[in-house]
């Protein structure tokens, strides 16, 4: 981006689904995945005659989405109602938080010391969703997502550099899903990021005209799509070419293009005005505290522990710390198992490759603790080798196994007998004999290429300490 003339300045407003098992306003299930139109009622569907009935959980997500943002929580929130008409809003009005929100005045801060000011954050109503199918030009309604509760994180804006919006949202993920707020897959669309942008020039007070980018679904799309439209932007003010217009623009990853979808609406727009079919809620310093009482160790702290009072290096503190998932697997497996560089090793080597190896995601990695701990202490014990101990906690990922019972069943067990073994490598040399006299005439490469015939011949259950110390003491 050419630019020692101008800045960027932009503002987030960042769409968090809460982890609340019903929806917002009634009983219908909150859960991702369902087959469309499953989750549905009158309630939720618009239908009239069904008061709208405020889900406390709701509620406490989001004052601790206050309390791990520095905000000032409000002692009276109130709900309001937002109109306009979209075919996936079945009531055409949102109900949102508009004149009191439940939250406001917080930040976040970055690496580099700077706050990132929160201007509030608000609990909403998701919408539904559209379906587009080209093949049929119709396009379909699915409402399992209208009224799925929601909070709105709205910046001030205090951004100027794409790489501090990725690390702010990042920070953000870390914060929410550690807290159990939202799991915040950006992927699933329950963390969605709206960024409003405008370009001045350096030194001027005033902003310049504002596009917003609606709902990029990934970090690296949120990078581009910055730098094209701020480049945009810039190209626009230098040709004169055309009139910077404030409107909402959609993001198109696979062409690196941003386009026009619609003018974008002031809050006038909306008519919003109180809604008076439901009560104000109170939050009273109880109510707060024992939210606050009932928040996990947050990501920056269990990195802290982690390094400085478990001694991992800050590598493999850093993975599992970035990640809620790991980090419930590890102390899970910590509590069975209490060598944590053991347990850290497991996860970072053997754990990610079998759920990589099953296409199963990071976050998504679902293992029984306490089997997980046990395939570690049989490692560690010796019982089996660590292509076993492989093999099993597979077995116990995909399977749920009981990790002794299938290693007993199936004959895993390490083979450590001294006999069994030499015939295993007299076997191996026998059948390898250029192996052999290439190995007695200097070289060392193949010694590898022997090792691994004698673990193939043992069904990889041999102890290749063992193997490695026989095999040189019969060769030489």
Known sequence: MSSD???????????????????????????????????????CC??????????????????????????????????????????DLPTGHQITQFFAPVCTNGYVELDSGKHITIKQIHIEEDAGKLVHEPRTRKTLVDFNRASVPLIEIVSNPDFRFADEVNEYLEKLRLLLSFAGISDCKMQEGSMRCDINISVREVGADKLGTRTELKNIN?????????????????????????????????????????????EKEEAADYRYFPNPEILPVYIDDAWIEAVRNSLPEPAHEKFERMTARLGLPEYDSKIISGSQNLSRIFDGALECFDKAKDVSNWILGELLAVAKDSDIADDDISIDTAKFAAVI???????INR????????????????????????????????????????????????????????????????????MKKTAGKADPKSVNELLRKMLD
Request: charged share 25%; proline share 3%; aromatic share 8%.
């Open 218 to 262: 990934s970090l690296k799309a949120i990078g581009r799509a910055i730098e094209y439209e701020a480049q945009r932007h810039i190209d626009t003010l230098e040709t004169g070419s055309e009139k910077l217009v404030q409107e909402t623009r959609g993001w198109d990853d696979d062409t690196g293009v941003s386009y026009s979808m619609r």
């Open 46 to 87: 618009g239908m009239p005659g069904f008061p709208a009935v405020v889900n406390k959980r709701a509620v406490e997500l989001g004052i601790a989405a206050g309390l791990v943002t520095n905000c000032e929580i409000a002692k009276v929130m109130t709900f309001d109602k937002k109109n306009y008409f979209y075919p």
């Open 5 to 43: 003339k101008y800045e960027v300045v932009m503002g987030l407003e960042i769409h968090v689904e809460l982890s609340t098992e019903s929806k917002l306003f009634c009983s219908c299930s909150a859960k991702f995945g369902a087959e469309p139109n499953e989750n549905v009622c009158p309630a």
């Open 377 to 383: 202490r049989l490692s560690h014990e010796g019982k």
């Open 387 to 454: 292509t076993v101990g492989k093999k099993v906690l597979a077995e116990v990922l995909i399977n749920d196994v009981d990790p002794e019972a299938y290693i007993e069943e199936n004959s895993l067990g390490m083979v450590s007998d001294t006999g069994l073994l030499e015939s295993a490598i007299r076997d191996v040399l026998s059948e390898n004999e250029k192996s052999v006299a290439e190995y007695k005439a200097g070289s060392q490469k193949v010694f590898s290429f022997l090792v691994g015939q004698v």
